[in-house]
C-alpha cells in the first residue's frame, strides 16, 4: 500500500477503506476483508450491520486500536439531540468505548427540506461536543457539496476533516473536491469503481492495456494520485486483495488529465439537493 492519508487533527489513515454497505448480515465478509489487510472499515447506522462489524473486529483477535472505524448518523438521527442519541446507539452496536470517525451522513433530511442550515449547524455541535469530550477521534461529513460545508465552516468551532461522496472517473465532483483541498478537509470516495458502470469506457480499456492491470486498479490508483481516500468494496477474497494495492501502477500526468476529462458518466443518481435520479448509462 501507499504510505495512507493525514486528516487536518494529524489522525493518520491507511490508502484505503472497506465499505460494508449491503454487507451481508454476518461478519464472516469482514473477517475475510480483515485477514485480506483492512483495518479501516466505514459503516452507518442505516447500513444496519454496526453489531456485524463489531463482532468481526472482536473475533479477528487483533487489538481494537489497530483499527480504524466510521460510521454515520442517518437522516432521521439530525439535530443536537438526536446525534447524541444516535451516537450512544451506534458506540453499544459496534462495542468498546470510543468510536475513530463519526460523519453526518446527508446533509439534508430530504430534498427541498428548507431548515436544512440550521439543522447542520445542531447536528455538527453534537459532533464536535463529542469530539471535545474524546468519544471520538475525527469527526466529519458525507454527500456535502460546498454550499452545505459552507454553512458549516463560516460558524463551527471545528472544521469537518472528512468529508465523503461519489468519486470515479466520469463523476469527479471537482466543485466539492476543490473546496475540500482549500479547506484541508479528506475527501473520500464512496463508489470509487462506479459499481462497474465504466469498465467498459474506451479510455478505461485503453490505459488497463497500457498498465497491464484491471480497470479497478487504475480507477483505485486515480483516487489516490486525486489525494482522494478509497472506500472500496468487495465480496471475495481475490478482489479484496487486488484492490488493496493502491501504490501502482502510477498513472502518468497527461493520462490522468484524460480521466479527469472524461464525459459524465458512472453516476449513482444519487445527489443531497435532489430527488433520486435515473442512472446515467
Not at 494529524?10 to 489487510?37: C, H, M, R, V
Not at 452507518?44 to 473486529?57: H, K, Q, R, T
Not at 494495492?245 to 493520462?255: G, L, M, R
Request: with cysteine.
Amino acid at each position: 500500500m501507499s504510505k495512507g492519508f493525514k486528516l487536518s487533527n494529524g489522525l493518520s489513515l491507511p490508502a484505503a477503506a472497506f465499505g460494508t454497505y449491503k454487507t451481508d448480515k454476518n461478519s464472516d465478509t469482514i473477517l475475510q476483508a480483515i485477514e485480506a489487510g483492512y483495518r479501516y472499515f466505514d459503516t452507518a447506522s442505516f447500513y444496519d450491520n454496526e453489531e456485524e462489524l463489531g463482532n468481526a473486529v472482536k473475533r479477528s483477535g487483533i487489538r481494537r486500536g489497530e483499527f480504524i472505524i466510521a460510521t454515520k448518523l442517518w437522516k432521521s438521527e439530525m439535530g443536537y439531540d438526536a446525534a447524541m442519541r444516535a451516537f450512544e446507539a451506534s458506540l453499544k452496536r459496534l462495542g468498546g468505548d470510543y468510536i475513530d470517525i463519526y460523519l453526518i451522513h446527508w446533509p439534508l433530511p430530504e430534498p427541498g427540506y428548507e431548515d436544512w442550515k440550521a439543522l447542520d449547524l445542531q447536528t455538527w455541535r453534537a459532533l464536535e461536543e463529542l469530539y471535545a469530550q474524546g468519544a471520538v477521534r475525527a469527526i466529519g461529513v458525507s454527500n456535502f457539496l460546498p454550499h452545505h460545508l459552507k454553512n458549516i465552516t463560516d460558524s463551527c468551532e471545528i472544521k469537518p476533516m472528512i468529508d465523503q461522496i461519489e468519486f470515479h472517473p466520469g463523476y469527479t465532483q471537482e466543485a466539492a473536491l476543490d473546496f475540500c483541498c482549500k479547506n484541508e478537509i479528506l475527501v473520500q470516495a464512496w463508489s470509487p469503481l462506479a459499481r462497474g458502470r465504466i469498465f467498459d469506457d474506451v479510455l478505461i480499456k485503453r490505459l488497463c492495456e497500457k498498465y497491464c492491470c484491471s480497470p479497478a486498479r487504475i480507477c483505485i490508483r486515480y483516487a489516490v494520485q486525486r489525494g482522494v481516500m478509497p472506500i472500496i468494496k468487495a465480496s471475495c477474497r481475490g478482489r479484496m486483495e487486488e484492490n488493496l494495492i493502491t501504490d501502482a501502477p502510477v498513472i502518468s500526468e497527461e493520462d490522468m488529465m484524460k480521466i479527469s476529462s472524461m464525459p459524465p458518466s458512472g453516476w449513482s443518481g444519487e445527489h443531497p439537493d435532489r430527488n433520486r435520479m435515473p442512472l446515467n448509462k
